[in-house]
């Protein structure tokens, strides 16, 4: 044995029980151990003293050294093995109701080298993986998302205030009318790309078709979102800008989905999936952390921003550097990484039953069963406001750092840097901590702690005033932005508690994995909510009469707010100083008053208070409730499903489950799991209705024959459907009345309201439509009332009720 572990006696007991074994020699390199094995064994009536002999050795402080080192590099502080688990369960199918040595089937990512093993110790890990996740491995997986968050972030920072106040000219109206429409693009694809990638039957994996595709596909749609030059200025570049922002959305759905979905199942370890996640996390701040701040603020000057006369170069050509980083690794995760495939099978009942229209694996079925998952459901609620409370900021922020704090002490686009640097590298820095807080107490302790602690960071955003040139606005400002940052910076608990969560799906679903149908369900819902965060703020600003920068020959050097006042009152009829629609005094009589930006040294203008305030509260008041919300939401947390004791549970119920036993629900005690029965001719069809719904039919009387009563199958269905169909007719007479506004300067226009109602009245007509086709569909075959119950008692592990 190379080290005294669970596992060494496992090893011990096995070596001993070969018949032509005579002499066992145990080696320890560390020295010191040698009697606790001895007196272990002959205690525990393994062997003699006379039949084990024990050796003894110091490794050298070089070896010490590369496994201290390597320990460090792969971020593994206290990661479990795979082998230590197997010994510490004494299952010999502790994991997937697999032999330990067949466990590369299943996760062929992990490293199983060892000293005494088939496959020898990496280099730096002279005592061995032993089923861990080694270093290189992780970051190859993980590396996608620099290049993918790089061009996401080089978006959300600069290509607003480049459509709207550079050259493009775009309609605000018509940005956040794209906004609503490329969510609701994105609401009826998700769902399909989901069970896609988790039922596709490839002898490459599930999920390596979507990320190839996505390494040409999502560089491309980028980089033509920066060549506006290609149409007009005005509506062609609003419509431009519309359709690009569509395509990015679907581009988030090839590349997130199936690459968050793979990371899930990298490794079945509790500790080691936050140490995925984590570096996940790392990588994707050093993405935004490039993209957004440290290479636009090298590269990037006023000329992509505020400057309509001299184009702009420079932000297509870091897209084109960006995507070309993003194409190249996911090409190398392509070719070098490692996922189970799926060997391809002749069609099943259930494929049969899919090609006459209905199945389990379709999206609306996984829909409602992942929803029935209750912590899942919580962690989906805390995830939704978050994604509110935790992206609003940095949607406003470059509206922010030009009309709330001013251009006084700095330039807006070098602070803008500054305060993307200082909360991404606070984040960095913080994420040692926040691993360390949930090693030693638990992940959920430590996502609790970073959702309080984003809270409250995001209130002190609300005392960020003007800079009225002293610097101190600006320095407070640097200082609340450093505390988001280390708030920011737990952020990757959330996917390592996910990914137990999946686990936990396993067991109730009776061994199916459906990572990717989670990711979209996690992913899914808070799209809807970050429909108000992406379009309202603009809206109200248009509302607001958000007013456009001075055009750059019309603005004198200055030393004085007062000069400033008085050359732009001095305007003379015609001269078109400030606008070719308004006049300075237009200007004015909006609130909008002018100053001089001591940091450029020329004269500018603030927005009038109404739309300060509206990105004040944009920026803060909105992101603290909800995150407020999150909180409160993981009160209901269960209690069982907390700690890494009650997920190595979960592992052992799970492979016993897979053996054929009945097991009782680790994370809800007195709830029984029995093996998953075989589907029935309708299961697929009665998939598509709740746990409560499905009862109902199952308690009503039988027809002739025990065909059961569908009527509470199709009662609710149709009722919901007739109900959102409803606000179709009134979303669209909104869209109606806003239109012309849309193509106004601003586009100050309700149109965009009126389509988010369109749109949740056409996904909830969707929805609630193809389950009442489903309920016609089992009225016509005349179901059993045998199969609705046999789909209920499917459902049983889900909602902890007694079997019917």
Known sequence: VSAVDPSAL????????????????????DGGGGPTVMASAVEAGMAGPAAVEVRERAPSRAVRAASKVGRVLSLEPSNKSTEDLYAATGDEFAIQGLPHHELHQEFPMLCYCS??????????????????????????????VFGWYALKYLKVGYMHKFYMDDYPRASLGIIAFSSVLSVLVDALTDPAMAVWTDNLKSKYGRRKPFILASAFFAPLVFILGWTPFLVSPGLGASLWYGCLHIFAKLADMLFLIPHDAWGAQLTPIYKEKTSVFQMNSIIASLGVLFGMAVVPLIFVSDQCTSTPGDGCWELPLLASAFGGIFMVSCLLLVWYGKEPSIALESASPETQQRRTGFSQQDAIPVLISTFLNKPFRILLMTDVVKAVGQDLPFNVMPFVTSWVIGEKCFSSSTFFGVLVIANLLCGLMSVPVWTFLAAKTNKYIGYVTFNCCLAISSLLFWFIKYDEGDCTSSYTAIAFVCLFGIAWGGGFLLGSLLSDVMDYDQLLTGGQRREASYMMAVDFVPKFMNIPGECVPFLLMAYYSYTRPVPEEHRPSCSSDAFCNRYYSNETLGAKWCSDTMSCADFLDNGVSFVCNNALGECGLQQNDSVRMVLRICFSIIPFFCVLGGIVALCYYPKTARTEAMQEKLMTALSRLKRGEVVEDPWRPGNMIHPAAPPTPNAGTLAYFSPGELKASAIAPALADDVADTTALLRSPLAFALGFTLLMPAGAYIV??????????????????????????????WFNGVRTCAAWQLRRTQVTRAEVIARYTALCPFIGAPRL
Request: glycine share 12%; proline share 10%; hydrophobic share 40%.
């Open 115 to 144: 000293p005494g093993g088939a496959q020898k110790p990496c280099r730096l890990r002279p005592e061995g993986h032993r089923g861990r996740l080694p270093f290189h491995r992780k970051f190859i997986w993980a590396w996608p």
């Open 736 to 765: 109606a009345l806003g239109w012309e506004d849309l193509s106004d300067d601003l586009g100050a226009s309700v149109s965009p309201l009126g389509l988010m109602l369109l749109g949740i009245g056409l996904v909830g007509a």
């Open 10 to 29: 496992l090893r011990l007991d096995r070596a001993l029980s070969q018949p032509d074994t005579a002499m066992v020699c145990v080696d320890l390199p």
